[in-house]
């Protein structure tokens, strides 16, 4: 594939937090013989399991077929938006949305003197802006919901828009300023967990694919990974996309999760520039995130692409079309990096927590474009159906069940 000398297409190794000195032997441990759980995926759902029962006494073994945090966590965002996410038939996840919101700031100061990184955690806000009178009345529409479920979003004429961002076009005409909605970087908080969870006591194996679950009397009882087997009374799946291949599942057991590809541009402007943005701003068409060091990330298109990584011509076009249709000052920056990722999305767009119907095996999937967001509550959900404490009213709902699969 071409590219230019200056620009990474699909990288594939997470990025390190600047000035990020790992404090732990960055070479693949050995996979135990027993484990008390087992986390099959390292993104970001699975660490933050991981870190969170290994805090509960647990015993973590995390494996996975890659490096820790090289999937979809890397290529995510890092928005946390709740508000800005919802919309009409949303309701089965706004409450369980807003929890994992609120849990953020704790878990990220938690996270932060745990493995002592900057998460570079950016507490300004999302703006979702209309740039016609046809996307007004829809946004309208939007901020009536919002008013409806008690989010804290507050409703801005085009002036004031302007006034909070004066680099965006002088055709906005309305926007909500999402007052909750903030924001990390995915390049800070992956090195973090990763860190955190090896400190906690967590083996975390990389590269090294399961091959099969291990099942005793109809339960499962492990992992094989090619000749080596761990033995552990629970397994929860993390494997985002790859959830509903068929994989790793008893036959007869079917998981309503599928990939649809995002493809994301990086820009930078020189480091003597002001940032071009002080909030997330989102169009109809894209995210815009400016993050540290003058990167700004444009995102995402959503499409129905299989497991096609392919970073596409049109997909592009569409993304920096509607970056400079918003933001004009992009024009004059640099292109630095062009990447996809497949979102694990259900068939409600909703995760899918909890138990399978087959003993020892959990699941925490489909999260769609919101397992930055959701990994929080997803992580303090999961640790307490293994450890036996009660889980959170707003995760009781997302079980597989609610697709009339049997649990």
């Given at each position: ?10 990288p ?13 032997d ?54 946390l938006?709740?508000?800005?996410e ?10 369980f949305?807003?929890?994992s ?10 996270l ?13 806000g999302?703006?979702v802006?209309?740039?016609?009178r046809?996307e ?7 901020f ?30 309305a ?20 860190i ?5 006591g ?16 109809g ?6 990974a ?38 994301s ?5 020189p ?13 109809e ?6 993050k540290?060091?003058?990167?700004l ?8 692409a ?28 640099s292109?630095e ?7 694990p999305t ?25 397992g ?20 959170a009213?707003?995760?009781?709902s ?10």
């Open positions: 594939m071409y590219s230019a000398p200056n620009i990474q297409i699909v594939g190794r997470r990025l390190a937090a600047a000035g990020a000195t790992p404090a732990f960055s070479t693949a441990s050995h996979l135990p013989a027993k484990a008390d759980v087992i986390v099959v995926g390292a993104g970001i759902i699975g660490l933050s399991i991981a870190w969170r029962l290994a805090a509960g006494g647990q015993r973590v073994v995390v494996i996975d077929k890659a490096e820790a945090g090289s999937g979809a966590s890397l290529a995510a965002t890092g928005m938006a709740a508000a800005a919802y919309e009409a038939g949303g309701e089965i996840l706004i409450q949305a807003l929890e919101q609120r849990r953020w700031e704790p878990f990220a100061a938690e932060e003197q745990a493995s002592g990184l900057d998460l570079d955690f950016d507490r300004s999302t703006i802006v209309a740039m016609t046809d007004t009345a829809r946004l309208r529409s939007r009536d919901l919002h008013g409806k479920v008690g989010l804290e979003t507050r409703w801005l004429t085009g002036e004031s828009v302007r006034t909070l961002e004066d680099g965006l076009r002088p055709s906005v005409t926007g909500i300023h999402c007052l909750r909605d903030f924001q990390i970087d995915p390049r800070r908080i992956m090195p973090a967990l990763e955190a969870a090896r400190r906690a967590v083996t975390i194996i990389e590269n090294q694919p399961v091959s099969a679950l291990a099942m005793q009397a339960s499962v009882a492990g992992i094989a090619g000749d080596l087997e761990c033995m552990a009374p629970v397994v929860v799946l993390t494997t985002g996309a790859y959830a509903g291949s068929g994989q790793l599942v008893p036959s007869g057991l079917t998981i309503p999760v599928r990939p649809l590809r995002g493809q541009v990086c820009l930078r402007a480091a003597t520039q002001p940032p071009l943005l002080r909030h997330v701003i989102w169009t068409q894209v995210h815009m995130a400016q540290s060091g003058g990167r990330i444009v995102g995402a298109t959503v499409e129905e299989g497991f096609n990584a392919d970073v596409t011509v049109g997909g592009l076009f569409a993304l920096l079309e509607a970056a400079r249709r918003a933001l004009p000052g992009v024009e004059d920056i292109v990096a062009v990447w996809s990722g497949f979102r259900s068939q409600d767009d909703a995760p899918i927590l909890g138990e399978t119907g087959v003993p020892g095996l959990l699941l925490a999937v489909g999260h769609h474009r919101n930055i967001l959701l990994a929080p509550a997803t992580a303090e959900a999961i640790a307490a159906m293994v450890l036996g404490t009660p889980v009213q707003s995760a009781q997302l079980t597989l069940q609610r697709f009339g699969r049997k649990t």
